[in-house]
C-alpha cells in the first residue's frame, strides 16, 4: 500500500490521516521505524472507521456501540516525527477533543460506472508517457506553465515531474458573475511527465517499475509520439515514425500489465480454494487479463462492469486507464496527423490531439492578440492545453455538472452515464447517503433566462430522482435529508 520512500515522507508530518483500515495496517509497521521516547503524546494517526474498528488494538478509545463512529487516535502512539538529522522533533500540540468534534472524511462511495475518474476527493489525473526525445516534458511545461528542464530525462535520470492546471470553462465563470459567488472553484487535472515506461527498459537495459507507484492512480495515459526532426536532439535510430512508436509504448503497457497478472494468478490459485467468492471472482478476471493481454490486447478492449473493475482497481493496470495519443509535430510536418495514426488511434478508442509543443511554449509569453494570430496562421483551434484537457475529457468520456450560489460557483466532472444520486456523492458522500431529490436546469436555459427565480416562475426547474441521468452543463441543487 504505501512504499518505504513514501514512509520518509511521512516521517516529517505530526498527525497522519488513513481513510481505511487495512491502510491503518499498513501504516503501523512501516512507521514504526522511528525511534520512540516513551512520550504517549507523540505522534498521532486518525481515521474514521466504524465501530468494530473503536475496540482494535491499534486504538486508544474505548470500544463504541456498533453504527457509531468516531476518529481512531492512537495508532503508533509514543512517537513523534523525525528532524532531517534522524532525531525526534519537539512534541505536537494535543489534539482538538472539543464536544462533538469528528472528521468529516467517509471512504469513497462505490465505483461509478466507468470508473476510470471515480473518487470524489482528486483531480484528475493524467500520466504523460513517451520515448526518448519525443518532447514529453516540452509538453508538460506547456500544459503546467512550468519551466521544467527538458534534457536531463533522456539522459535516463528517474523521477517524475506534477503539474494542476485549472480546466478554463466560460460557463463556470459566468456563473460567478450571475450569482456574485465569492469563490470559482473550477474542475483541476494533475500531470505527471514520467522519464520512462513502466516495465519497459531503457537505454540502460534497465526496467522503469519505480515510474509504477506515479500511474497506479492514474485516471489517463497521454502517450506522446514524436512527429519532428531536430539536429539537437536526433531520433533514436534516426527513424521518426509516429505510428510505430504508438505500437511500441502500447507493447510496452502491456508487458507492464502481463507481468503483474502472471505473478498475482498463482497467488489467487491457492485462495480461490478457500470458497470465497471474491476472490473466485478475482481469479477468474485475471484469468481472462491474461488471456486478453497475451492476445496483445488493452484490458480496455474487454468492457468490463463496474463491479468487476473494482475488484481490479488496486492493481493499477495501465492498459485499463483512458488514454490520449499526442502527436508532437513539427514546423515541417503539418497539423493533421498521418492517415496511418489516425487508423490505429481510432482501433485503440484512444483520443487523439496535435501539438507543436516547442512553437507553442515558445510563444505562450506572447500577448493574447498575437497568440490568436497565431493559432490561426498555423491552422490552430486554440491553445494546445485547451486543445489536450479536451482530448483527455474524451478520453474518459467526461461530462461536467455545476453547482452555484452566492457562497461558490463550482463545475463538477463526471463519467458520462452518472445518475443524480451519484453525481451528489461526488460534492459530498452526505449527499449521497441523503438525497431526496435534484433541481435541475440546463446550464444554457438558466444564461437565457436571467437566474434560478425566473427559471422557476416559467417552470424550467425540474425536479429529477435519483435515477436521472445527469446531463453536460445541467445545474444542480440537491435536496437531502441529513
Same mark, same amino acid.
Given at each position: 500500500l504505501l512504499s518505504l520512500q513514501s514512509i520518509d515522507h511521512l516521517r516529517d508530518h505530526e498527525t497522519l490521516l488513513v481513510h481505511r483500515e487495512r491502510g491503518f495496517d499498513a501504516v503501523r509497521?512501516?512507521?514504526?521505524?522511528?525511534?520512540?521516547?516513551?512520550?504517549p503524546a507523540g505522534r498521532r494517526c486518525l481515521g474514521v472507521g466504524a465501530g468494530d474498528m473503536g475496540s482494535s488494538p491499534h486504538s486508544l478509545a474505548p470500544p463504541l456501540k456498533p453504527g457509531r463512529r468516531r476518529p481512531i487516535i492512537g495508532m503508533a502512539a509514543g512517537m513523534r516525527p523525525l528532524r532531517p538529522d534522524g532525531g525526534p522533533s519537539s512534541p505536537p500540540s494535543p489534539i482538538c477533543r472539543r464536544p462533538g468534534f469528528s472528521f468529516p472524511f467517509e471512504p469513497s462511495p462505490p465505483p461509478r460506472p466507468h470508473l476510470l475518474f471515480s473518487s470524489p476527493e482528486?483531480?484528475?489525473?493524467?500520466?504523460? @508517457?513517451? @520515448?526518448?526525445?519525443?518532447?514529453?516534458s516540452t509538453l508538460f511545461n506547456l500544459l503546467t506553465g512550468s519551466r521544467v528542464e527538458t534534457t536531463t530525462f533522456s539522459g535516463g535520470k528517474r523521477g517524475a515531474n506534477l503539474g494542476t492546471v485549472k480546466v478554463p470553462d466560460e460557463r463556470l465563470y459566468r456563473l460567478t458573475a450571475m450569482h456574485h459567488s465569492k469563490k470559482t472553484t473550477p474542475a483541476e487535472i494533475v500531470f505527471v511527465d514520467l522519464a520512462g515506461i513502466p516495465g519497459a527498459p531503457d537505454r540502460t537495459g534497465e526496467r522503469a517499475e519505480d515510474l509504477l507507484p506515479h500511474l497506479r492512480d492514474a485516471d489517463a495515459l497521454a502517450l506522446v509520439l514524436r512527429d519532428f526532426d531536430s539536429e539537437q536532439a536526433p531520433a533514436p535510430g534516426g527513424r521518426v515514425d509516429p505510428a510505430a512508436d504508438l505500437e511500441e509504448?502500447?507493447?510496452? @503497457?502491456?508487458?507492464?500489465? &502481463?507481468?503483474?497478472?502472471?505473478r498475482k494468478l498463482p497467488f489467487l490459485e491457492k485462495e480461490k480454494r478457500s470458497g470465497e467468492r471474491a476472490k473466485t471472482r478475482e481469479w477468474e478476471l485475471l484469468s481472462r487479463a491474461k488471456e486478453c493481454l497475451e492476445g496483445e490486447r488493452r484490458l480496455a478492449s474487454l468492457g468490463l462492469e463496474p463491479e468487476d473493475l473494482r475488484l481490479l482497481g488496486g492493481y493499477g493496470f495501465l492498459t485499463l486507464k483512458g *488514454?490520449?495519443?499526442?502527436?508532437?509535430?513539427?514546423?515541417?510536418?503539418? #497539423?493533421?496527423?498521418?492517415?496511418? *495514426?489516425?487508423?490505429?488511434?481510432?482501433? @485503440?478508442?484512444?483520443?487523439? #490531439?496535435?501539438?507543436?509543443? *516547442? &512553437?507553442?511554449?515558445? #510563444?505562450?509569453?506572447?500577448?493574447?492578440?498575437?497568440?490568436?494570430?497565431f493559432y490561426r496562421t498555423y491552422g490552430l483551434e486554440g491553445h494546445g492545453r485547451s486543445r489536450f484537457i479536451q482530448a483527455a475529457y474524451r478520453s474518459l468520456d467526461l461530462i461536467t455538472f455545476f453547482t452555484t450560489g452566492e457562497t461558490e460557483s463550482h463545475a463538477w466532472p463526471i463519467s458520462r452515464g452518472t445518475t443524480a444520486v451519484r453525481a451528489a456523492g461526488k460534492i459530498h458522500t452526505d449527499l449521497e447517503r441523503g438525497f431526496i431529490r435534484a433541481e435541475v436546469i440546463p446550464i444554457d436555459v438558466l444564461f437565457e433566462l436571467g437566474g434560478e427565480k425566473q427559471a422557476r416562475e416559467k417552470g424550467k426547474m425540474r425536479l429529477e430522482g435519483k435515477e436521472y441521468v445527469v446531463q453536460d452543463g445541467d445545474v444542480i441543487l440537491v435536496r437531502f435529508a441529513g
Amino acid at each position: 500500500l504505501l512504499s518505504l520512500q513514501s514512509i520518509d515522507h511521512l516521517r516529517d508530518h505530526e498527525t497522519l490521516l488513513v481513510h481505511r483500515e487495512r491502510g491503518f495496517d499498513a501504516v503501523r509497521p512501516m512507521v514504526n521505524h522511528a525511534p520512540r521516547d516513551g512520550n504517549p503524546a507523540g505522534r498521532r494517526c486518525l481515521g474514521v472507521g466504524a465501530g468494530d474498528m473503536g475496540s482494535s488494538p491499534h486504538s486508544l478509545a474505548p470500544p463504541l456501540k456498533p453504527g457509531r463512529r468516531r476518529p481512531i487516535i492512537g495508532m503508533a502512539a509514543g512517537m513523534r516525527p523525525l528532524r532531517p538529522d534522524g532525531g525526534p522533533s519537539s512534541p505536537p500540540s494535543p489534539i482538538c477533543r472539543r464536544p462533538g468534534f469528528s472528521f468529516p472524511f467517509e471512504p469513497s462511495p462505490p465505483p461509478r460506472p466507468h470508473l476510470l475518474f471515480s473518487s470524489p476527493e482528486k483531480a484528475m489525473k493524467v500520466g504523460i @508517457l513517451g @520515448l526518448p526525445t519525443c518532447g514529453k516534458s516540452t509538453l508538460f511545461n506547456l500544459l503546467t506553465g512550468s519551466r521544467v528542464e527538458t534534457t536531463t530525462f533522456s539522459g535516463g535520470k528517474r523521477g517524475a515531474n506534477l503539474g494542476t492546471v485549472k480546466v478554463p470553462d466560460e460557463r463556470l465563470y459566468r456563473l460567478t458573475a450571475m450569482h456574485h459567488s465569492k469563490k470559482t472553484t473550477p474542475a483541476e487535472i494533475v500531470f505527471v511527465d514520467l522519464a520512462g515506461i513502466p516495465g519497459a527498459p531503457d537505454r540502460t537495459g534497465e526496467r522503469a517499475e519505480d515510474l509504477l507507484p506515479h500511474l497506479r492512480d492514474a485516471d489517463a495515459l497521454a502517450l506522446v509520439l514524436r512527429d519532428f526532426d531536430s539536429e539537437q536532439a536526433p531520433a533514436p535510430g534516426g527513424r521518426v515514425d509516429p505510428a510505430a512508436d504508438l505500437e511500441e509504448i502500447r507493447t510496452d @503497457l502491456i508487458i507492464s500489465d &502481463l507481468a503483474i497478472v502472471e505473478r498475482k494468478l498463482p497467488f489467487l490459485e491457492k485462495e480461490k480454494r478457500s470458497g470465497e467468492r471474491a476472490k473466485t471472482r478475482e481469479w477468474e478476471l485475471l484469468s481472462r487479463a491474461k488471456e486478453c493481454l497475451e492476445g496483445e490486447r488493452r484490458l480496455a478492449s474487454l468492457g468490463l462492469e463496474p463491479e468487476d473493475l473494482r475488484l481490479l482497481g488496486g492493481y493499477g493496470f495501465l492498459t485499463l486507464k483512458g *488514454l490520449v495519443v499526442c502527436r508532437n509535430f513539427g514546423e515541417n510536418r503539418g #497539423v493533421e496527423p498521418p492517415a496511418p *495514426l489516425a487508423a490505429r488511434a481510432e482501433q @485503440l478508442g484512444a483520443a487523439l #490531439v496535435s501539438i507543436n509543443a *516547442l &512553437l507553442e511554449e515558445e #510563444v505562450r509569453e506572447l500577448p493574447e492578440e498575437e497568440r490568436e494570430e497565431f493559432y490561426r496562421t498555423y491552422g490552430l483551434e486554440g491553445h494546445g492545453r485547451s486543445r489536450f484537457i479536451q482530448a483527455a475529457y474524451r478520453s474518459l468520456d467526461l461530462i461536467t455538472f455545476f453547482t452555484t450560489g452566492e457562497t461558490e460557483s463550482h463545475a463538477w466532472p463526471i463519467s458520462r452515464g452518472t445518475t443524480a444520486v451519484r453525481a451528489a456523492g461526488k460534492i459530498h458522500t452526505d449527499l449521497e447517503r441523503g438525497f431526496i431529490r435534484a433541481e435541475v436546469i440546463p446550464i444554457d436555459v438558466l444564461f437565457e433566462l436571467g437566474g434560478e427565480k425566473q427559471a422557476r416562475e416559467k417552470g424550467k426547474m425540474r425536479l429529477e430522482g435519483k435515477e436521472y441521468v445527469v446531463q453536460d452543463g445541467d445545474v444542480i441543487l440537491v435536496r437531502f435529508a441529513g
